[in-house]
């Protein structure tokens, strides 16, 4: 089985152009063995096709069950914001945001290109051990990262930890704390009060 664990995302051009012909080039950079599991992490550079110029990053980490104990490094490196653990203060968050998900959700995201079955169907996220389709972590971290930019501004880069599942329908609670010219983050479902995402931080424009 294999579970997104972390995304990070870093914009490369502002303004973002709102039509171009884009290409996505990924490169694996690691596989860290855990013993009963391995963690793979990808980067993804995309780029204008006609002049090559860089518009987004992203690192995109996997954790794949059942997979280790092939004697692999044992520890991630380190790669700066796109590792960075991002923990929150131990104060009151600055900002909170609560926001409402849809019983389609799912079905709607899955219109952005990601087909796993795991979204949709009943009997397929039976077999990943979960109760009913759970949504995508990619459509959460929207979420979240719509929360940051609308109370704070456009961002350099946003990086997440998938922490728990969420379920079309369900209600997210982003709370953001600004600590300089970053802002850390986590996301819980307000159902159940377990975090959907952890470890979160942007680094924004023009902010030291």
């Not at 290409?23 to 009963?36: F, H, I, M, T, W």
């Not at 709607?108 to 979960?130: E, I, K, Q, T």
Request: glycine share 12%; with cysteine; net charge positive.
């Amino acid at each position: 089985m294999l579970l997104h664990g972390e995304q990070y995302l870093e914009v490369k051009k502002y303004p973002i152009p709102t039509a171009a012909h884009l290409v996505s080039r990924a490169r694996l950079l690691e596989v860290v063995d855990k013993g009963n599991a391995a963690i793979a992490r990808n980067g993804i550079s995309t780029v204008i096709a006609e002049t090559g110029e860089e518009v987004f990053y992203n690192e995109m980490t996997v954790f794949l069950r059942g997979c280790g104990g092939f004697g692999g490094q044992a520890r991630p490196a380190d790669r700066g914001p796109s590792t960075a653990a991002n923990k929150p203060p131990v104060r009151s968050p600055d900002v909170v945001v609560e926001e409402k998900t849809t019983e389609e959700q799912a079905a709607l995201y899955r219109l952005s290109g990601d087909y796993n079955p795991l979204h949709v169907d009943p009997s397929f996220a039976r077999m990943g051990g979960f109760k009913k389709p759970i949504l995508h972590g990619l459509c959460t971290f929207g979420f979240a990262g719509k929360a940051v930019y609308e109370r704070f501004g456009a961002f350099k880069n946003i990086k997440v930890r998938f922490a728990g599942t969420v379920l079309p329908g369900e209600t997210l609670v982003t709370e953001m704390w600004q600590e300089g010219g970053k802002v850390l983050f986590q996301t819980k479902v307000k159902e159940t009060g377990k975090l959907a995402i952890a470890g979160g931080g942007a680094e924004l424009v023009g902010k030291a």
